[in-house]
């Protein structure tokens, strides 16, 4: 049987008057990688947001190892929160942190482990992502590949159950984008449990578990990719992986 580690269950979410999630279920097993697809504006970083609590949603439940966490008090959420790593579009770094001082953060001040175990387990991470010899960096001397390896070093820092990746390369110039998909898909051959948020197709065709197409707030079709990329039943799925394919190319930006 399957290891369920995340169900997310009916979720809605809505800012003012304008609903961006409108009933979205799915089922996110150990070592399991989805890829969410789907037109700006449609929900899909919300729903990232709504997983790890930090824009909580208006309605449905969330469960984590079969634990509801949509309803725990504020004092529990960055317990929650530890388990659930998040990588960011725009990094996220503190600009007047090094690379390792970045990393060694949160495990100082969330998990209150000593200096010396915190920035240990900070060079790991960063040797992890390739990035160890440019630890006594700060962001303004990195590129923004390597910016966003740091990104993903810091959530791997954290032994999360899961890591959640809000269009980890759309703010990256093309030539560095191969560097952090080349991460990403070792996180996966290695077994990390993902969910990702990408138009990188050629990362969705080679790493991904099942694809989720969303368009207005709601799951328009889901699958596994190769069922999707080359037999999407509804037609507006078929519309839009085709523009997809044809404006970021088959295999991203390698």
């Known amino acids: 049987m399957a290891d369920e580690l995340l169900k997310v269950e009916s ?28 037109p700006s504006g449609t929900g899909k970083s919300t729903l990232l947001r709504c997983i790890n609590l930090l824009n909580p949603p208006d309605k449905g439940k969330i469960y984590l190892q079969n634990k509801e966490i949509t309803s725990l008090k504020h004092t529990l959420v960055p317990a929650v929160r530890q388990k659930i790593g998040m990588v960011f579009q725009h990094f ?5 942190l090094t690379a ?10 969330v998990r209150k482990m ?3 175990d915190a920035y240990k387990k900070a060079i790991d991470e960063l040797n992890r992502v390739g990035l160890a010899d440019h630890k006594d960096k700060y962001p303004a001397q990195l590129s ?15 032994d999360p159950l899961l890591i959640l990746f809000d269009e980890p390369t759309s703010a990256l110039d093309p030539e560095l984008i191969g560097e952090v998909l080349a991460v990403m898909q070792a996180l996966a051959k290695d077994g990390m449990t993902m969910i990702c948020v990408t138009h990188e197709m050629g990362f969705a065709k080679s790493v991904a578990n099942e694809v989720i197409f969303m368009e207005k707030g709601k799951i ?21 992986l085709s523009k997809i394919s044809q404006l970021y190319g088959e295999t991203g930006h390698k």
């Open 11 to 38: 979720i809605e979410k809505s800012f003012g008057k304008q609903k961006v999630l409108d009933g979205v279920s799915f089922i996110l097993n150990k070592g399991e990688v989805k890829v969410i697809v789907g």
């Open 92 to 96: 996220a770094l503190f600009n007047h």
């Open 100 to 109: 390792i001082d970045n990393v060694a953060l949160g495990l100082l001040k």
């Open 114 to 116: 000593n200096k010396t």
């Open 144 to 158: 923004g590949g390597q910016k966003q390896r740091v990104g993903i070093a810091r959530a791997l820092a954290m």
């Open 220 to 240: 328009i079709e889901q699958g596994l990719p190769e069922e999707l990329f080359s037999n999407a039943k509804n037609p507006r799925t078929r519309e839009f």
